[in-house]
């Protein structure tokens, strides 16, 4: 047959009745044998092969009908050179059909006529198809080479014994019966995958591979199918790359039909709005809550038969919870908390949206949510952050150290560090290097300055990332392929590899630990660290917002309550004895006239007095001021540290005295001078000047 014939019959499809697996004209694969690079002795026992063949199963039905073990005949490391059978009642002269039918079989595959089935796919064991792919001029050989290339220039190591991309990109090509790699798809590869997941479940496999070699096989084939399938991506033939890990099918939450249907609803519902994190979490809330109804109320077929006693007793049960995967371990205070609000939540939102089986009234209320602790944030001392930068700044590997780098200077979150983009460094107008951080917990992109430490690494890791030739991967929030920054193996960097492996080994170094012998420095400390330092250094808090990616003030005024250096030093400029202060209220306190109970609360809540000018220390007990606080309020002091804003304010006042006495104004001009008296008067109990000294 001609190069063209042969062409035409690798194109040709399947027929028509359902893709039923035929044979090629026996002219046709002679033709094609004797064009074959191999010797005349050769050509005439493959040749004879497929004629044996041919002649014991006229139609292929047949043969696919057998057992597996049956058609795969002899199997490699099967002393395939013996003319003895691997086992008694093996028919020999059938296995040995079967096995040397594999080109043409192979051939069959290619040329569009076979589809092949898992089983003989993953029993086989050496599939070597490239001789028939070569000659019928498919670029399977280039195309897997290819493949290869591109996952090392990813990152992957190479091992000839595992590192077998033409093992997985073969299967997919005979299984599809398909030579056309463009035409491979994601599902593809999916069911390529489920298939080596559940191997055991073929029939006849075990028997093939032996049960105890089931596992180890079972890993190997996936790590080539997944690498095939990562390699595919990468080349622009596949939508999507592979899954970590399988999609397992979430329990049902409760074993009662319309309660299971309510929780159901609820989240379909929610995971509109909310991330997948949140949804997680949610999904836990009420799997609680349904095992909670299915030992405590049994007869409970419907969610609107319960009654505020029984949220009671459910409220009470959730406080003597334990883990499920470790029973002896009590759940945290913050985990019960968020059972109760997702179960709050699930009462109040069906009540609004008027749904069936529930109950018409919450059941649960905000007043039921338990208090958690408000911690203080976990800085690093300074001891500690030293000698840990310096291991971070000699890690071997560039991805960990950005990443570590990143977190120490930027304060961003995990996952806002490992989504970052490609292109994420830039610069203010005045070169000061500028970072933009991917959408993370608060939904908000935002951008922050950079140390130059962690913009160098930056710069360094995206000059490598560059050099590989990585496909965009799709970002659901943004609705696009993107390049990703911290790309490793072709995904992106689980969290684990980029932050909590290096600081273990770091913290083991060093010896921190905490009282359990666990690392005692996790990720999240150098957030806590860079939002410790702003405030210290007096950062308003709005800069803290901005660059902590803070939702509202009282988050970052966290960090403005444990500035210990700044809040001792205002404590000390008012309370210390020989204190700089002024007011009505300065000579009480250089006299030492306040009683110890007076004296106990402003040592307590001192951060909580600071007003625009000064302070106000006045006690719980007498209530609210309400009063012009530089006129008559008894209780204000300030000191030399408000004395440039008492400079602007009298300077404030000074042009609004101007601007009443142009517009005729008589009484708005006594009170505006009175004000710049009583200012002029604090900056002189203060030894300050009036107006700023020229430089």
């Known amino acids: 047959m001609s190069t063209n014939a042969l062409l035409r019959a690798a194109s040709s499809p399947l027929t028509p009745a359902l893709g039923i697996p035929r044979h090629c004209p026996g002219a046709e694969y002679t033709a094609f044998v004797a064009g074959l690079p191999v010797s005349d002795r050769w050509s005439r026992k493959h040749t004879q092969f497929h004629l044996r063949f041919l002649h014991t199963y006229p139609d292929l039905r047949t043969w696919f009908a057998l057992p597996l073990r049956d058609r795969l005949g002899?199997?490699?490391?099967?002393?395939?050179?013996?003319?003895?059978?691997?086992?008694?009642?093996?028919?020999?002269?059938?296995?040995?059909?079967?096995?040397?039918?594999?080109?043409?079989?192979?051939y069959l595959a290619l040329t569009g006529r076979l589809h092949m089935d898992w089983g003989w796919l993953l029993g086989i064991g050496v599939l070597k198809p490239f001789l028939v792919a070569d000659q019928l001029q498919l670029p399977l050989r280039e195309k897997s080479e290819d493949l290869r290339d591109r996952l090392l220039t990813l990152g992957h190591v190479r091992d000839d014994e595992a590192f077998k991309v033409p093992w997985g990109l073969i299967r997919l090509v005979?299984?599809?019966?398909?030579?056309?790699?463009?035409?491979?798809?994601?599902?593809?590869?999916?069911?390529?995958?489920?298939?080596?997941?559940?191997?055991?479940?073929?029939?006849?496999?075990?028997?093939?591979?032996?049960?105890?070699?089931?596992?180890?096989?079972?890993?190997?084939?996936?790590?080539?199918?997944?690498?095939?399938?990562?390699?595919?991506?990468?080349?622009?033939?596949?939508?999507?790359?592979?899954?970590?890990?399988?999609?397992?099918?979430?329990?049902?939450?409760?074993?009662?039909?319309?309660?299971?249907?309510?929780?159901?609803?609820?989240?379909?519902?929610?995971?509109?709005?909310?991330?997948?994190?949140?949804?997680?979490?949610?999904?836990?809330?009420?799997?609680?809550?349904?095992?909670?109804?299915?030992?405590?109320?049994?007869?409970?077929?419907?969610?609107?038969?319960?009654?505020?006693?029984?949220?009671?007793?459910?409220?009470?049960?959730?406080?003597?919870?334990?883990?499920?995967?470790?029973?002896?371990?009590?759940?945290?205070?913050?985990?019960?908390?968020?059972?109760?609000?997702?179960?709050?939540?699930?009462?109040?939102?069906?009540?609004?949206?008027?749904?069936?089986?529930?109950?018409?009234?919450?059941?649960?209320?905000?007043?039921?949510?338990?208090?958690?602790?408000?911690?203080?944030?976990?800085?690093i001392p300074a001891d500690q952050l030293g000698p840990v930068m310096d291991r971070i700044l000699a890690l071997e590997c560039p991805l960990q150290r950005c990443a570590l780098l990143v977190a120490r200077w930027s304060g961003a979150r995990r996952t806002e560090i490992r989504k970052l983009h490609l292109d994420c460094l830039d610069a203010y107008p005045d070169g000061t290097p500028r970072l933009r951080l991917a959408a993370g917990k608060a939904l908000k992109e935002r951008t922050v300055p950079l140390h130059e430490e962690a913009a160098e690494a930056i710069r360094t890791l995206a000059a490598l990332r560059q050099a590989q030739s990585d496909r965009g991967i799709h970002d659901p929030d943004l609705g696009r392929p993107t390049r990703y920054l911290f790309l490793r193996n072709g995904v992106i960097a689980g969290p684990d590899y980029l932050f909590a492996h290096p600081l273990r080994v770091i913290c083991e170094e060093l010896t921190i630990l905490n009282g359990v012998g666990k690392p005692a420095i996790h990720p999240h400390r150098f957030r806590h660290t860079l939002g410790t330092q702003l405030a210290e250094k007096g950062a308003r808090v709005q800069t803290i917002m901005k660059v902590l990616g803070h939702k509202s003030p009282g988050m970052s005024m966290t960090y403005t309550h444990i500035s210990d250096p700044t809040v001792l030093a205002d404590y000390q400029a008012v309370l210390q004895p020989g204190a700089t202060i002024a007011g009505p209220l300065a000579d009480t306190l250089r006299s030492g006239q306040l009683d110890q109970d007076a004296l106990d609360w402003l040592k307590t809540n001192f951060y909580k007095t600071e007003l625009e000018l000064g302070r106000c220390l006045r006690l719980p007990q007498e209530g609210p001021c309400e009063c012009d606080l530089y006129l008559t309020c008894a209780k204000f002091v300030t000191t030399p540290q408000y004395a440039p804003r008492l400079r602007e304010r009298l300077c404030v006042e000074e042009q609004l005295a101007l601007d009443a006495e142009k517009r005729g104004w008589g009484r708005?001009?006594?009170?505006?001078?009175?004000?710049?008296?009583?200012?002029?008067?604090?900056?002189?109990e203060l030894g300050e000047p009036h107006a700023e000294l020229p430089e």
């Open 74 to 106: 002899w199997r490699n490391g099967e002393a395939q050179n013996q003319r003895r059978a691997p086992e008694p009642g093996f028919d020999a002269a059938t296995a040995w059909i079967n096995f040397n039918a594999r080109h043409y079989l192979t």
């Open 174 to 379: 005979i299984h599809r019966g398909d030579p056309d790699l463009h035409t491979l798809t994601s599902d593809d590869i999916e069911g390529m995958r489920h298939a080596i997941r559940h191997c055991e479940r073929i029939p006849g496999l075990l028997q093939v591979v032996g049960e105890e070699r089931c596992a180890t096989l079972k890993a190997s084939w996936g790590t080539n199918a997944y690498r095939t399938g990562l390699a595919l991506f990468h080349a622009g033939i596949t939508a999507r790359p592979p899954a970590r890990e399988e999609s397992v099918p979430p329990t049902r939450l409760s074993g009662k039909p319309r309660i299971d249907a309510v929780f159901e609803r609820f989240l379909a519902e929610r995971a509109l709005v909310l991330r997948p994190e949140s949804m997680s979490s949610t999904r836990g809330g009420l799997r609680r809550f349904g095992l909670w109804l299915g030992t405590e109320r049994p007869h409970i077929a419907s969610l609107d038969q319960l009654n505020r006693a029984d949220m009671v007793d459910f409220m009470e049960s959730v406080h003597r919870l334990h883990k499920i995967k470790h029973p002896d371990q009590p759940l945290s205070r913050a985990y019960r908390a968020g059972i109760i609000s997702t179960v709050a939540v699930l009462f109040r939102y069906a009540a609004v949206a008027e749904w069936d089986d529930v109950p018409a009234r919450p059941l649960i209320t905000h007043a039921d949510m338990p208090r958690v602790i408000e911690r203080v944030p976990r800085f």
């Open 668 to 684: 708005e001009v006594e009170r505006h001078q009175r004000l710049s008296e009583r200012i002029c008067s604090l900056l002189d």
